[in-house]
């Protein structure tokens, strides 16, 4: 190797270092900055500093009541004197079977807080039924009706509908 390449390779070594060095730098302080911009960004977005505007009187927080339960009224039984009722509670239809003659208007009368559905499942009829309420409907034709709940699928019960009744 010659004098000369070796002054070469050293100032080049020197450059180049010194090169490194000041990319480092700049580095770290573009980070500071960085690091800087993004604290007064959060500041400012986050409210850090009160704010001087307004009329100069401090807010006053109302009061709000507190709530209290109200409690949902709980339907009261009743039934039919002519026996020909279905009471529908704790989510079922009783009795489960009821027989009736032609010609007999039977009532259903929610008991349970919530709306149920009397719902034929031949379409004879179907009604909505909500807490406290009734749907009546009156067989003209004797047969079987199976019918059920639409919102509440497994309650399910019957209705006996025949010419005479049999003599117990």
Same mark, same amino acid.
């Given at each position: 190797?010659?004098?000369?390449?070796?002054?070469?390779?050293?100032?080049? $070594?020197?450059?180049?270092?010194?090169?490194?060095?000041?990319?480092?730098?700049? $580095? +770290?302080?573009?980070?500071?900055?960085?690091? #800087?911009?993004?604290?007064?960004?959060?500041? #400012?977005?986050?409210?850090? #500093?009160?704010?001087?505007?307004?009329?100069?009187?401090?807010?006053?927080?109302?009061? %709000?009541?507190?709530?209290?339960?109200?409690?949902?009224?709980?339907? %009261?039984?009743?039934?039919?004197?002519?026996?020909? +009722?279905?009471?529908? $509670?704790?989510? +079922?239809?009783?009795?489960?079977?009821?027989?009736?003659?032609?010609?007999?208007?039977?009532?259903?009368?929610?008991?349970?807080?919530?709306?149920?559905?009397?719902?034929?499942?031949?379409?004879?009829?179907?009604? +909505?039924?909500?807490?406290?309420?009734?749907?009546?409907?009156?067989?003209?034709?004797?047969?079987?009706?199976?019918?059920?709940?639409?919102?509440?699928?497994?309650?399910?019960?019957?209705?006996?509908?025949?010419?005479?009744?049999?003599?117990?």
């Amino acid at each position: 190797m010659f004098n000369g390449e070796r002054k070469c390779s050293a100032v080049f $070594i020197h450059t180049h270092c010194r090169r490194r060095k000041r990319n480092a730098e700049d $580095i +770290s302080i573009y980070h500071d900055k960085s690091l #800087a911009v993004g604290f007064f960004v959060l500041l #400012a977005v986050c409210g850090g #500093a009160p704010s001087t505007t307004g009329t100069g009187t401090t807010p006053t927080v109302a009061p %709000t009541a507190t709530p209290t339960a109200n409690p949902t009224p709980t339907p %009261t039984p009743t039934t039919a004197s002519s026996g020909n +009722s279905v009471s529908i $509670i704790s989510f +079922s239809f009783r009795p489960k079977s009821l027989t009736v003659k032609v010609g007999t208007k039977v009532t259903w009368t929610n008991q349970d807080n919530v709306t149920h559905t009397v719902t034929a499942d031949q379409g004879a009829f179907n009604s +909505s039924v909500d807490p406290g309420s009734s749907f009546s409907f009156t067989f003209t034709k004797a047969g079987s009706y199976a019918y059920h709940c639409m919102i509440h699928p497994s309650m399910m019960a019957t209705i006996v509908v025949q010419w005479r009744l049999a003599q117990s």
